[in-house]
């Protein structure tokens, strides 16, 4: 796995994207190299990477070193399982070049994590974090609210006693509910209850208030850093938002990258079964199954609805430069009389600027949600032309994502380390 993984890396650096696959799905004959890239973060997710060998998360950060201009402030996220296994190895984790943890807690309810199918408590949770806010300058911990049974009240203890224990950044989950899974079946069947559409929207007007209560300020739909700082933001997922590229590596990893000579913007998917995978990349050096030209539309789309689950909002000078042409051109996919209405009911409002004028002598630079705006955050795309709705586009997202996982799930407890997949920024 190792071996497979930094090949593929080394491959992922050294190729123009535009040049991995041909029509005969073989390697290039092409001797174009790709430009040496800047490197802001890297993200090591996907299945259970905490149960990867630290010498082979050395590796790879030894060859982004070499092969890449490595930010001085870059941030190198490791995925855990908040579990004693687990839990030993963050010294060693610490040493191989990992300084921010997510810790996947989800819940401080025994019930739920059983009924989730974790393998943690809610004491060896709360332990596990402990342990790594003390180890790592920086922590994020990942909850779900909206559970079966749950109460605001309980909530909110929660996110107290999570806020208490002082991490850099919280993510909290409202839980989704996705056809043909177990949960659909048992919701459908009314044998698990969950909050109504009333209940989870006061659930989410509490989680941002409980959570800047006690320090953590809301930057994105379900992100949320410790006294409001940039330093705290998780600069991996600000990439997705903004549309850098991101690198995927790994069985199931996908991407966004835009080719080394022009502006067009690819997808990448990598092979989903581990084995397969492999065997691919020893035989041609990589494991990429498919590599899709993305339309500037959609691109537009993606920044569009991902920048407006973000407190930044849409900036229309980075959208401009994604549509390859003049800032003016904004007037195409921007309906201002609809954006205008939104400002009015308070949903959204101009970002200063002088990027282009919406009348009356004002000039803005670009759109972005109110507090207000993101708690209802669906139908703000509406301000824009031809844009599917968010949750369409950020579920299309998250499956590309949930399926690599699942596919890596599925080897666990194969191999120590056969279900890592490593992203780039």
Known sequence: M????????????????????????????????APRRRVNSVYFGGGTPSLARPTMISSILELIASKCNVSPMMEVTLEGNPTSSEMARLRDFRAAG??????????????????????????????????????FDAVSLDFIWGRPRQ???????ELRIAAALNPTHLSLYHLTVERGTPLFDFAKSGSVSLPNDD????????????????????????SFARNGNLSNRSRHNL???????????????????YGAHDMQRFRTFRILDPNTWMKQCEEIGHGMRK??????????????VLGLRTTDGVDFRNLSMHMKKHVDHIIEILDFARAQDFVDAGLLEWIDGQVISIGGGRCVGGIRPTRKGLAVADGLELAFRNIRQREHVVRDLMREEEKSVAECEKVRAQEEDKDVQTQYT
Do not use: C
């Not at 190792?2 to 001797?31: C, R």
């Not at 109460?151 to 203890?157: D, F, G, K, L, V």
């Not at 990439?239 to 990258?257: E, F, K, L, N």
């Open 199 to 222: 209940v989870s929207g006061e659930m989410y007007e509490r989680t941002v208030e409980v959570a800047e209560k006690n320090g953590y300020i809301q930057y994105e739909v379900s």
């Open 98 to 135: 990992i300084n921010r943890m997510s810790l996947g807690i989800q819940a401080l309810d025994n019930n739920d994590l059983r009924f989730f199918g974790r393998d943690h408590s809610v004491l060896e949770g709360i332990s596990a974090a402990r342990s790594a806010i003390e180890l």
């Open 151 to 157: 109460s605001i009240q309980a909530w909110e203890e």
């Open 2 to 33: 190792e071996h497979a993984l930094l090949s593929e890396l080394e491959h992922a650096l050294s190729v123009p994207i535009e040049d991995v696959l041909n029509p005969d799905n073989v390697p290039p004959t092409s001797k174009r190299e």
């Open 239 to 257: 990439s997705y938002w903004t549309g850098m590229d991101y690198i995927g590596i790994g069985p199931g990893a996908h991407g966004r990258m």
């Open 291 to 304: 590599v899709v030209p993305m339309p500037y539309q959609q691109t537009l789309q993606e920044l569009i």
